[in-house]
């Protein structure tokens, strides 16, 4: 059983800069994508950015120009560096990894607050 465990998220001041990272407990075959989503009270799971295996990435609206996306399939992690946090990042942040067999696996979520 794979598990995806996220770490790095906190509270912060509105301005200021967390990175999440994320890795998985087992060897995974034949990664196909790797991403962060987040949820906030009240609201629906959303796609916050994802990079596939060639490197392409991919931004919600709201975070491009703040956020950046790494990832290493190899070591079957992937990262998330937040700078100029806003009080609206504010959710539980989920890392998922994607693979061309179709699996499909979740972290349990990771806190991330911004408020001064």
């Known amino acids: 059983q794979v598990q995806l465990v996220e770490s790095g998220g906190g509270l912060v001041q509105p301005g200021g800069s967390l990175r999440l990272s994320c890795v998985a407990s087992r060897s995974i075959l034949s990664i196909w994508n790797m991403g962060w989503y987040r949820q906030a009270p009240g609201k629906q799971r959303e796609l916050v950015a994802t990079?596939?295996?060639?490197?392409?990435?991919n931004y919600a609206d709201s975070v491009k120009g703040r956020f950046t996306i790494s990832g290493d399939t190899a070591k079957k992690t992937v990262y998330l560096q937040m700078n100029s946090l806003k009080p609206e990042d504010t959710a539980v942040y989920y890392c998922r990894i994607t693979t061309r067999y179709a699996n499909d696996y979740w972290g349990q979520g990771t806190q991330v607050t911004v408020s001064s």
């Open positions: 990079i596939a295996t060639g490197g392409s990435t």
